[in-house]
């Protein structure tokens, strides 16, 4: 997968996730909701559909009123400390026209979008562990740091025009530099790795408490993150949203029970619904979250999760 494939699958225009995959995300899951007062329960034919872009997965500690029994031998998930990783590289003096990076991932290969502000004028910058794809078949050799490098130039007619320039920066390290219109030249390739510095830039989104094991699967434009367990309907997806719902127990699919818990001081609402939790809460900075989990894990563990999930406001 190249920069570009890269972004059309996490990037800031990407599609939204297929049913097939947003069913997968889903664990198997418990019968019973415990005997807890709900605020209601609302008929299956009444939902609509609100799900986050990917599958989530929550786990499990001191019930808050829902209990869930669970089915089949599974072990109980023990939550640890996670990580999220980091960019680790910094565009210093980064051009007045590029606004700050939005990072998306898959692993091996980490990307960040610099957006023109007010024109097309876009910078991309990814770095993974293999050559990356090439995006023409053809390339001029240049030097950056000492280092060989190509550049690629995109055939598109009538298009903008687009360049592309891989290296291996350090060894296993290989880094791509794409410009489009203004910066789709040589020179202004060059002056921008010239100012690429190993200093390490932590991703917005990050969720500081996970099942053991699980590892980050993907994050998508600074707003989806998810983690996967062992296996691929083993997975816990948070998302930012620009607001609450005021009526999720309509919007979730599947919902069954509602009940009001408390994230980090401040009210929120957790969902049993038919095969998953659903969190929505508030963090601190005023960021609006949704956690999506399946029903192995219990609320306390929802809940000690949602408590962990932190938005770095965005900087100018």
Do not use: C
Not at 141 to 165: D, K
């Amino acid at each position: 997968m190249n920069e570009i494939n890269l972004l059309r699958t996490h990037g800031p225009d990407a599609p939204e996730a297929s049913t097939e995959t947003l069913r997968l995300a889903k664990d198997r899951l418990a019968r019973e909701f415990a005997a807890a007062p709900v605020r209601r329960t609302v008929p299956p034919l009444r939902r609509r559909t609100l799900l986050v872009a990917a599958g989530a997965t929550v786990v499990a500690g001191a019930g808050v009123g829902l209990a869930v029994r669970p089915l089949g031998p599974a072990e109980p998930l023990t939550l640890v400390a996670t990580t999220i990783p980091e960019f680790p590289l910094t565009l210093r003096s980064r051009p007045a026209t590029l606004s700050p990076p939005r990072y998306s991932y898959a692993p091996g290969q980490f990307l960040a979008v610099f957006l023109s502000r007010s024109t097309t004028d876009d910078v991309y910058l990814l770095v993974g562990d293999s050559r990356p794809a090439p995006i023409a078949t053809t390339s001029r050799p240049v030097t950056v740091a000492g280092r060989p490098a190509e550049i690629y130039e995109e055939s598109n007619p009538g298009g903008p025009r687009r360049l592309a320039m891989s290296w291996e920066r350090t060894p296993g390290q290989w880094v791509s530099l794409t410009g489009h219109r203004r910066f789709a030249d040589d020179a202004a390739l060059l002056r921008l790795a010239e100012h690429l510095v190993d200093e390490p830039q932590q991703v917005p989104l990050r969720v500081r408490l996970a099942p053991r094991g699980w590892r980050v699967a993907m994050f998508k434009d600074d707003t989806i993150l998810t983690l996967q367990g062992g296996s691929p309907d083993e997975t816990l997806t948070v998302q930012v949203v620009p607001r609450r719902d005021p009526d999720l127990l309509l919007n979730v699919t599947g919902a069954r029970e509602e009940r009001r818990v408390t994230v980090g001081g401040r009210e929120a609402r957790l969902i049993r619904a038919d095969d998953m939790w659903f969190l929505q809460a508030e963090v601190t900075g005023g960021a609006v979250v949704n956690l999506q989990a399946p029903l192995r894990l219990s609320a306390g563990q929802v809940i000690a999760i949602a408590e962990q999930i932190s938005v770095t406001p965005r900087r100018a």
